[in-house]
Structures are given as C-alpha cells and as structure tokens.
C-alpha cells in the first residue's frame, strides 16, 4: 500500500540518518506517528544499499523542492480548505492539521495507554473528564472510557453529547486538573466542542455491548439527542451505503487478513458487495479463505472491523470518498 511505503521510507530514513537525528525528528511527532514508526523501525532487519540510496536521493530532491516554499502555509491551509468545504466542514479537519504542538497539559495523555489515562482521571468530575476526553483522537476516548464503570461511562459520554462549547470556567478548571495530574502547563484556547458528532465519533471505536449500554442511557434521558447519536454514527454494516468506486478505494487499502476476519462478521448482502468490487480470482481466493477460517473470537472480528472503519473515515477526511447513510451527506 502507498501508505505503508511511505512509512517505510521514513524509517529508512531515520535509521540513515543516524540516531542524534532520528531523535531530533522524533520529537516533532505525534504519538501514533512516532508508534508507526517504531514498529516500521523494528520491522526492518536489514535494507540494500541500493534502497537506502534510493530513500536518500528521493528525500534530497523532495527538501530541495519544499524549501522553496516560504509563505504562510496555515493561511494557505485555512483558506483552500474553507473554500472547498465550507466553514462546517471545514472547521474540525483544520483544527486537527494545524493544530499546534504543545497545546497543553493534555498533549501529555496522548502518549500514554487508555487504561493509564483512565486511572489518571477516573475520580475528576465527570464534566472535567468530558472536557478532557474531547481533546483527544476518538479511538483514544473510546478506548478511555471503555476502562471505566459503566455508570460513569455513561454519565461522561452524556455529558459530551450535550456539551456545546467549553467556557472559560470549565477551562479554567481543566487547566488546574492537567497542572496537578501531568505537572505541566496547559492554556487550551476556547473552542467548540464536544456534541452529537463528538459521541458519534467517540462510540463507533467502543464495543458492541459498552456502546448499547451507552446510547440506552442517553436514550432515557433524552430520547431525541440518542436518535441524534445513532444518525451521525457510521458502523461496518454502513459500508453497504458507499459507491462501488469508494469500495474499490477502501479495498486497495486493507490488508488481506484483516478483510477476512472483518468479513467473518458481516452480512451476507455486504459480503457479496465486497465480493463484487473484487477481480473475479480475489474474489474466489476471499470466498475460500472465509470458508476455510474456523471460529474466530468476536473481539477479533470487531476490531478489525474497527481498523476499517477508521481508513474509511480518514478516506472521507481526505475527500476521497462520500459517507452515504448514517452521518452522510445527501448527493443530488
């Protein structure tokens, strides 16, 4: 996959260059990249001369062509993307790219496991972990609040979904639980956040029984805002609401494996979209492959299911593809 080679020339890279600059660039990272990297780092046993040449060379001539660019390129980002998009659209996907480096206190947790974070937090007041978990990537919250009691689970991802904008109060307050938990400084400038689109996101990463759990609780409380939750959802069985040509895209980026054991959990009717979307020997060799694979664990089956459905949402960030259905957009 186009992604995986560059990641694998970035670790080419990085080892080329030599550990004291390896770190250097490390540091200008972000956790999942830095994770991506390690593992492409460690994977790497030994490398041709002629492909670390190749790696240095392409490197060299990409630098030489950046370094003529010298404008202000988050204006430049802000403005093509708002134009394109709309401010809506628009505003959540700039607010991840041009996000800066040390934004606070809660730059600390991102690097750290969901069941460390949880223990950290767990006895905060379920607003302050509400205003902590929104600043987080989605999976990462899931993963978080999958750790806690269900009562609190569910008190917390209520309270993200009516949360409409974090208050100067509220962050004042966040900034005082990050200082005593993380010794760090944190100044989080005031945004939107939060909301229906917010839990969504959050409960498409959490387990089938924990997410049920959850959307019955805000559904007796409120039973419009649960319908709300569930409408901008997208789960795996929604892939039956993309294009053919969005389904061509998203097989060109999943690996065999994880298609199999994904697949082990889908509908028959979702299956034989997949299968039509397929050269006719793929689709034979996947057909085979499902019929000859035992009994596989249901946690296995969901977090595959998971991974794809994260490559369909950054396929979607990137305009590649079109959300039909749950969270979709009508197309005329």
Known sequence: MPADDGIEKSAILLIALGEDYAVEVLKHLGPKEVQKLGHAMAALKSVPRARVGEVLAEFQTTAEESAAVNYDTDAYVRSVLTKALGDDKASNLISRILQPGDTNGIEGLKWMDAPTVADLIKNEHPQIIATILVHLAHDHASDILNQFPERLRNDVVLRIATLEGIQPEALKELNDVMLRLL??????????????????????????????????????????????????????????????????????????????????????????????????????????????????????????????????????????????????????
């Open 183 to 332: 010794s760090g400084s944190a100044s989080v400038k005031q945004s939107a956040m939060g909301g229906v689109r917010a839990v969504a996101e959050i409960l498409n990463f959490m387990g089938t029984a924990n997410e049920s759990s959850v959307v019955d609780s805000i559904r007796e409380y409120d039973p419009d805002l649960a319908q709300k939750i569930l409408d901008e959802m997208f789960v795996f069985e929604n892939l039956m609401d993309l294009d053919d040509r969005a389904i061509q895209l998203l097989l060109r980026e999943i690996q065999s494996e994880s298609l199999i054991l994904a697949m082990k959990g889908a509908t028959e009717s979702l299956r034989e979209k997949i299968f039509k979307n397929m050269s006719q020997r793929a689709a034979e060799m996947l057909r085979e492959d499902l019929d000859s694979r035992g009994p596989v664990r249901l946690s296995e089956v969901e977090s595959e299911q998971k991974e794809i459905l994260k490559i369909v949402r950054r396929l979607a960030d990137e305009g590649q593809i079109v959300l039909g259905g749950a969270g979709g957009e009508e197309m005329l």
